[in-house]
Antibody, heavy 124, light 111 residues
Framework: EVKLVESGGGLVEPGGSLRLSCAAS????????MNWVRQAPGKGLEWVGR??????????DYAAPVKGRFTISRDDSKNTLYLQMDSLETEDTAVYYC???????????????WGQGTMVTVSS | QSVLTQPPSVSGAPGQRVTISCTGS?????????LHWYLQLPGTAPKLLIY???NRPSGVPDRFSGSKSGTSASLAITGLQAEDEADYYC???????????FGGGTKVTVL
């Protein structure tokens, strides 16, 4: 079964740090491009960032609101994706999902597998 | 304010057809990146419903169909069922922003 399981969420004070993990199983993680997407309470979906596979260069891109504060990394030996979040702000409060990107028909990048999400609350 | 614009809500009776619009610009929907739709049932993670404008992943019923023209796209649900009550999001890549963008989401209510 193809599966993504996030962990590491919790309550943190503004200015603090948190590291999320996403354990992948059921597919070849080494070749997968992976994303983080977040959803604030009662709001819509927001893309956070993407990391390509090392075989495709390992390029990492971030959304503007998190650039310079968040860092995406991966450990292919552990089939795990990470999101290091520093200088957290109250606006970062959200459920964080990790997702797999699949390039359908060699053309379209879509997020085909989603984890169950982990809640991050930034509050004093 | 989302880059892609969706109506906040649509509703229909069981068995009816409803459509959800998604409007963007030349740098996103109007570009050949592919428009995708996701379904989010209450309290669960989103699920890919349509990819590449019109294509359904394996297991998605053919009651769901997508279309695209210019800088707009639509999701149609025919034969509406109670289990279709959920939030629906459109998504694509924006070449000007160099970022994936989502619509604000549309809540479908089955009357």
């Amino acid at each position: 079964e193809v599966k993504l399981v996030e962990s590491g969420g919790g309550l943190v004070e503004p200015g603090g740090s948190l590291r999320l993990s996403c354990a992948a199983s059921g597919f070849t993680f080494t070749y997968a491009w992976m994303n983080w997407v977040r959803q604030a309470p009662g709001k819509g979906l927001e893309w956070v960032g993407r990391i390509k596979s090392k075989t495709d260069g390992g390029t990492i891109d971030y959304a503007a609101p998190v650039k310079g504060r968040f860092t995406i990394s991966r450990d292919d030996s552990k089939n795990t994706l990470y999101l290091q979040m520093d200088s957290l702000e109250t606006e970062d409060t959200a459920v964080y999902y990790c997702t797999r990107i699949t390039v359908f028909r060699g053309v379209w990048d879509a997020f085909d597998i989603w984890g169950q999400g982990t809640m991050v609350t930034v509050s004093s | 304010q989302s880059v892609l614009t969706q109506p906040p809500s649509v509703s229909g009776a069981p068995g009816q057809r409803v459509t959800i619009s998604c409007t963007g610009s030349s740098s996103n929907i109007g570009s050949p990146y592919g428009l995708h739709w996701y379904l989010q049932l209450p309290g669960t993670a989103p699920k890919l419903l349509i990819y590449g404008d019109t294509n359904r992943p394996s297991g998605v019923p053919d009651r769901f169909s997508g279309s695209k023209s210019g800088t707009s796209a639509s999701l149609a649900i025919t034969g509406l069922q109670a289990e279709d009550e959920a939030d629906y999001y459109c998504q694509t890549y924006d070449g000007s922003l160099s970022a994936w963008v989502f619509g604000g989401g549309t809540k479908v209510t089955v009357l």
